[in-house]
């Protein structure tokens, strides 16, 4: 008896969960802008706390704050949004987007908790200032990390496998970093020297069709 299998066309992959990283070009002088920027409202307001451990966190109004540089950061988030939603959908669309955005700065210690974003199907984080890079003493220092969705599902993993395995994404200046809003994630504690300073946003998709 022989047992048939084709792994071209008898392997299915299910459940897999998509994120998207871009890179925005010759983003030296936006970022330099969005950090002066971004220190200076952290002078003048306490901020919130939401996922936030020891960072300051301002309210999601960011993309209303009447400044060049923002509106430059808001065209490219939405065209990031356009390009990435399409490709969760599985075929070209419209729709409309209402973002809201804020700011994050972290020093040495702060961390987020692990979290989702509800109410929106989009969320992204976009790395003003990555900050100190990690070292091998503390590898893991403020990496950006997804958890698998699927509950215990680290029980039954196979040794090399990433089942159940957090995946860590490395902040670097210029990078946005999109993702299903639902999707848990976190922010392990930061130990570098310089300031981290990130900006989040969430994206309400609305009046979706099929094109």
Known sequence: MELKFDSRTDMVTAFATQFYLFQLDESERLNEALKTLILAKEAEVPGVRRSNIGGWHSDDDLFSWPDRAVEVLQEAALGAIKTVVPLMIGGSCEFQARLAAWANVSRRGAYNKRHTHPSCQVSAVYYVEAGTPPDEDVPESGTFEFLDPRSHAEMSALPGET?????????????????????????????????????????????????
């Open 163 to 211: 089942v159940g395995r957090p995946l860590a994404i490395q902040p670097l200046n210029g990078r946005m970093v999109l993702f299903p809003s639902w999707l848990y994630h976190q922010v392990n504690p930061y130990h570098g020297e310089a300031e981290r300073i990130s900006i989040s946003f969430n994206a309400h998709i609305s009046n979706l069709q099929r094109t």
